[in-house]
């Protein structure tokens, strides 16, 4: 079977890393001929745009709406965007057309991808699946309401357009019921545990980064992801660490990752005075994360409980699990399904520094809970393993391709 995503950012952010490529790659191994036509944060700087990755075709054809240079995000001023957005819509379009596809899976109903795949669909009589991972009108960074507008209009209509939609949300399943899609439409796949890109450690090379950054003696904290306010509540985790530093003065923050408010960030360390046991570390490739995660006492994923994040599905609960680390969040969306009997990690109330402090110190200063978190996670991790999704993709897959023969 030939298999196309089509994707509005890149293989370095953390869904394409994270969801669509480990997907990608199980699928090849079951023999299928898979490929990704993506937009790329940085287009310009790439010397090969179209290449194989451990069997999948990759071919980046244009700016994302974004440009990430360095540590940071830039949005592009809006008569910049339109130009930006009209160049990927329709190099997205040509790849749709020109690249063999039975099924075309669109990641995300954003509106340059959801057009490409929609005129696959009605040109070549491709059949169309659509994930929904994320509620973008409610998400995302908007500089103008027609912006915020567009996007919505895409999220609440394309699903009725498609052949199958994937979620891995309760709020986005209840929320496709609410738009009149029908129930048997809708496939559950969750993020899933990638324990290739994750389980392979080089042990001198953790050292050497260990050493590099200063931690030999301490205990870590990690926070790995986009640095948005919109995304990610890392001011409230830095918050929350000046009291885990008072009780646990033997403790570094380490945040992995880059974003249009790294700056912000590192300003905000200065005035919490936790500047000198905050580390910074900036964008890092995908292959190297898993180091930064094997540095870490606890992972943390600070969350407001809102639209946004009960649509989500935080992949950095899987990367915790897989690596070995004891993974705090707050109790929003599916999350209390996913951690709790037995135990594979601890639940704070969202939005709440205090909360967030005692169950980074509960872990830190009980190595007994730490690794009964630490044991059940690795073992519930086993329930999501790419290899075993992607068997269930096929299987949805084959059943659209048999209704189209019929």
Not at 26 to 44: D, M, T
Request: contains cysteine.
């Amino acid at each position: 079977m030939n298999i196309l995503f089509l994707l509005t950012q890149d293989l370095e952010s953390p869904t394409g890393a994270g969801r669509f490529f480990p997907l990608a790659r199980e699928l090849v191994r079951l023999g299928h001929s898979v490929s990704i036509a993506a937009l790329h944060s940085n287009y310009r700087s790439l010397k090969n745009r179209c290449f194989l990755r451990e069997g999948v075709r990759i071919l980046y054809v244009g700016q994302m709406h974004v440009l990430k240079t360095g540590y940071e995000k830039k949005y592009f001023p809006a008569p910049l965007l339109l130009i930006v957005s009209a160049h990927a819509t329709i190099s997205l379009i040509k790849a749709a057309l020109s690249v063999p596809a039975e099924i075309v899976h669109i990641a995300k109903p954003h509106p340059m991808n959801s057009i490409a795949g929609l005129t696959a669909k009605y040109v070549k009589g491709c059949r169309l699946v659509l994930d929904c991972s994320d509620y973008e009108a409610a998400t995302n960074r908007f500089d103008a309401e027609w912006q915020r507008r567009i996007v919505a209009f895409f999220e609440d209509h394309v699903p009725h357009l498609v052949d199958c939609i994937t979620t891995h949300a309760t709020f986005l399943r209840n929320r496709l019921l609410s738009l009149g899609i029908s129930q048997e439409k809708i496939v559950y796949l969750p993020n899933g545990a990638d324990y290739e890109r994750f389980s392979q450690i080089d042990e001198r090379e953790l050292a050497n980064l260990r050493a590099a950054l200063g931690l030999q003696q301490k205990r870590v904290v990690v926070f790995v992801g986009t640095l948005s306010a919109h995304a990610h509540a890392v001011g409230l985790l830095m918050q929350a660490f000046q009291e885990v530093r008072y009780h646990v003065p033997d403790t570094a923050l380490l945040i992995v990752g880059g974003g249009e408010n790294y700056e912000n960030l590192r300003r905000l360390a200065q005035n919490l005075e936790i500047d000198d046991v905050t580390i910074f570390c900036g964008r890092v490739p995908p292959e190297r994360v898993k180091y930064y995660y094997r540095l870490a006492d606890v992972s943390v994923d600070p969350v407001y409980d809102t639209p946004a994040n009960r649509a989500r599905f935080p992949i950095k609960l899987f990367e915790s699990w897989v690596t070995g680390v004891p993974f705090v969040t707050a109790d929003v969306g599916d999350r209390r399904d996913l951690l709790e009997q037995p135990c594979a990690g601890l639940l704070v109330k969202p939005g709440d520094a205090s909360s967030l402090a005692d169950a980074i110190i509960k872990i830190l200063q009980d190595p007994t809970l730490a690794e009964e978190i630490r044991n059940n996670g690795f073992k519930r991790a086993r329930e999501f393993d790419w290899r075993y999704l992607a068997r269930e993709m096929e299987r949805v897959y084959f059943g659209l391709v048999r209704k189209d023969a019929h």
